[in-house]
């Protein structure tokens, strides 16, 4: 099983970018897609990003298609999301997930997951 820690979390404002890391250890990290998921508050977990370990094509959920872009390093088993115009709405916990190596899964199935990092966005 990948075991994954997020980094980069922190406290910004409405329209401020922030960049969040994950790196990824025990896998074949070129095997697993990566996805990025979020939780607000008092909410349930959403899908937010994913890259394909098979092309490396990027999908991204509606609400922050244009603004966040998902990007790895297979040399350095990181996997990043990166955030441009954070609004208030992006305020949540937000983690890292793999799935199982060569799966077809994007936006659900993931088979390992992170701690998770905080990311408040005020207006």
């Known amino acids: 099983q990948v075991h994954l820690v997020e980094s980069g979390g922190g406290s910004v404002q409405s329209g401020d970018s922030l960049s969040l890391s994950c790196v990824a250890s025990g896998g074949y990290f070129v095997a697993h897609t990566m996805g990025w998921f979020r939780q607000p508050p008092g909410r349930d977990r959403e899908f937010v990003g994913t890259?394909?370990?098979?092309?490396?094509?990027?999908y991204y959920a509606d609400s922050v298609k244009g603004r966040f872009t998902v990007s790895r390093n297979t040399a350095e088993n990181t996997v990043y999301l990166r955030m441009n115009d954070l609004r208030p709405e992006d305020t949540a916990v937000y983690y890292c997930a793999a799935t199982k190596p060569y799966s077809g899964a994007l936006y659900s199935g993931y088979a390992s997951w992170g701690p998770g990092t905080q990311v408040t966005v005020s207006s």
């Open positions: 890259i394909s370990w098979n092309g490396g094509g990027t």
